[in-house]
């Protein structure tokens, strides 16, 4: 099994007794998606995707405005369906159906990660009973993730039968729930009916193989790594590590491989290749990890405080999808310019007791660092998918 099955928000390095027996923790039901309870958000009942996502921008000179969060006037005319990564804190093995409020839960994750993608798409992020954290950390049996699967299946069936009718579609997801969309897209996608419906795939922070020197025949038959900027039924996947701390040789996603394959790495700000910089959506003061978590440096140098829930800092960023020896990663640099009174660094790698871990980079926010650059590119798919 590929690495990447491990892949979550948080991780804990110490080794704890796993509890008892898997019967002590029986399973929630399983969901029924006619119920809008079952959903994080969906076009009628936006729940936990409507929220505050303004935006104050510091420029490279110090200015400083602010971006207000604003709804479509009118409907997109595609959808998104996301599949968030594992979050849940239930002391499980898979979660319940009531999503956590606690940071980096699935309501924090939505928020983070999805809902500003409602500028371009309707939205549907179903609740599915995932892995625990409390699985991975070991205070727990091993969770489900057949179990997990088969609610993502049923919810994606519930979406194609009763709310889809023919429209395009982006599926998007992160850590496990990019493993979720894998699995959907091999499944029941490649080379079948439903691929006619697919805008583009979007699962980020995952293992995506393909042959060297190919952006096809890989894990994935007839769907191709998108290479241009409006390209359409295409796959968009990355796993950032800074550009002076490459992949290790333990690294859990985008490390080197021995067999032949390349790992998918595609740069959503440069698709054909090459630096470029990054267009970020970034919590304004860092809330992911175990406590005691450091603080964000300022975002300017004696600037004013930032108020907004989330901050953009345009061209503090740069990414390069890099294969070398260490592997296929989005490498990130910043503040390339030592003149920029913005921040010298910022947070989001994995911790574990305040250590970084390197063998997980930034992948915790892999998504929030090229946010802008992502939805700009479902929107150019979008208006690609409209005219054909």
Known sequence: MVKEVLAAALLVVAVVPLAAADAEYPAAGAPDYADPATWLCRPDTPGFCATNLDATVIEADGTITVERWQTPAAEPAIDCFYLYPTASLDMAPNSDLVPGDQPGEEIHTVRRNFARFGKVCRLFAPIYRSTTLSQMRGLVPAGDRELAYADVLAAWTHYLEHDNHGRGVVLVGH?????????????????????????????????????????????????????????????????????????????VLGGRLTDGMRLVCVNPAALAGGEAPLDPYLETRHTLGQPPLPEQPPWLAGGAQVETPYVRVPGLLRGECRS??????????????????????????????????????????DMELAMGDLVRLVEAQAERWERR
């Open 324 to 365: 070398d020896e260490h592997g296929d990663y989005l490498a990130l640099t910043i503040r390339p310019d030592p003149a920029d009174p913005r921040a010298r660094d910022i947070l989001g790698e994995v911790r574990a007791g305040g250590k970084v871990l390197p063998e997980w980079g930034f992948h915790v926010i």
């Open 175 to 251: 850590s496990q729930g990019s493993s979720m969309i894998r699995r959907l897209l091999a499944e029941q996608i490649d080379g079948k009916p439903a691929q006619r419906l697919l805008v583009s795939a979007l699962p980020i922070g995952s293992n995506f193989r393909v042959p060297e020197g190919r952006d096809l025949s890989g894990d994935l038959e007839h769907i191709p790594v998108c290479r241009e900027h409006a390209q359409t039924g295409c796959l968009i996947t990355y796993n950032t590590y800074r550009a002076d701390a490459p992949p290790p040789a333990d690294a």
